[in-house]
């Protein structure tokens, strides 16, 4: 599992992004990756027993997400996990529980996962 850099809150504070910086040296017309492992984090909100089932084609969203984590831990970019007050929306479900172990879970009380 890659480790997370600075972890004091839940979340790391942002870093500042200097687009122009970054693409000094590159032609115009070039494509250049943007986003580097070292300067990123995968967050999965809120994929919980209770709430899945009430987003539209929630299936899809599943897979989807699955497949998302298995990219992520392919690329080595870490990756936190965000639960809504699981004692009363249920745990993460268990098909994306299996895909994103041994990453860290954040639990939290408030809506508001970027608070």
Do not use: C
Not at 23 to 32: L, P, V
Not at 64 to 74: E, G, N, S
Not at 77 to 99: D, F, H, I, N
């Amino acid at each position: 599992m890659p480790a997370l850099r600075s972890l004091r809150s839940p979340i790391a504070p942002a870093r500042e992004f200097d687009y122009h910086e970054r693409m000094k040296g590159t032609a115009s017309n070039s494509t250049q990756l943007l986003l580097r492992r070292d300067d990123a984090l995968a967050v999965i909100i809120d994929v919980q027993e209770k709430l899945l089932p009430a987003i539209a084609d929630h299936e899809a969203l599943l897979a989807r997400t699955v497949a998302f984590t298995t990219a992520m831990k392919t690329l080595g970019v870490p990756l936190l996990v965000s639960e809504q007050y699981p004692k009363g929306l249920g745990p993460t479900v268990p098909e994306l529980r299996s895909a994103v172990d041994g990453f860290p879970f954040w639990s939290r009380r408030r809506s508001a996962a970027w608070r």
